[in-house]
């Protein structure tokens, strides 16, 4: 999935740039993509930053999240480095410890996969910017859910961007993980409300 984040504060400047974005994608041979829409709101149930998106219809809502500051959070010897694909992939699906991959050279971006024996079962990557970490992608294999997995994750990606100089750390979070995230120290600022093309 391609997202583009629509930031014109008026109805009609923000339907001629989705007219652009719909040709630019076409053009680029891309079919699965999504307008976000920047908002204020800081909760899922306040009402859409626009009403309407011509050709677009409105799919998911993310709220954006920050941690001002970083508090010592533990480290997990079942979280390893991985390539951003098993990462990735590890959130949808046990991928075996085979499979990890390379982790990524450059510093600044690492995958980072938690391990149940020889299968990674949740998945997430971190990049470093300056002071800040912004944490990507997490997510938990529907059999491991709702046993932790992916907060003891996110805590040992933290402390190590924390050990990297990280201050702060940013991220947008589902509904199902506003929680976790809040009892990690992180803190709604906005949200993104994402249209997807007719």
């Known amino acids: 999935m391609n997202n583009a984040i629509m930031s014109s504060p008026h109805d009609a400047d923000l339907w001629a740039e989705s007219d652009r974005l719909k040709g630019a994608y076409r053009r680029a041979g891309v079919s699965s993509w999504a307008a976000w829409i920047r908002s204020r709101a800081t909760s899922f149930e306040a009402a859409d930053a626009i009403p309407e998106l011509r050709g677009f219809k409105r799919d998911a809502t993310t709220l954006v999240m920050e941690a001002k500051r970083l508090p010592s959070f533990r480290t997990s010897s079942a979280v390893r480095l991985a390539s951003i694909d098993a990462a990735s992939r590890a959130g949808d699906e046990p ?35 300056g002071s800040d970490c912004g944490v990507y992608a997490v997510g938990t294999a529907p059999a491991w859910r709702r046993r932790g997995l992916a907060r003891r994750l996110v805590e040992h990606l933290l402390a190590d961007a924390s050990r990297r100089g990280a201050r702060s750390a940013t991220l947008q979070s589902t509904s199902m ?10 803190a709604a600022v906005g949200r993104y409300e994402e249209w997807v093309p007719e």
Not at 103 to 127: E, S
Not at 177 to 186: D, H, I
């Open 177 to 186: 993980a506003q929680n976790v995230y809040a009892s990690l120290g992180f």
């Open 95 to 129: 991928v075996p410890t085979s499979e990890l991959g390379k982790p990524n050279a450059h510093g600044k971006l690492a995958g980072w996969v938690m391990t149940d024996g020889d299968v990674a079962v949740a998945g997430a990557y971190r990049f470093l910017h």
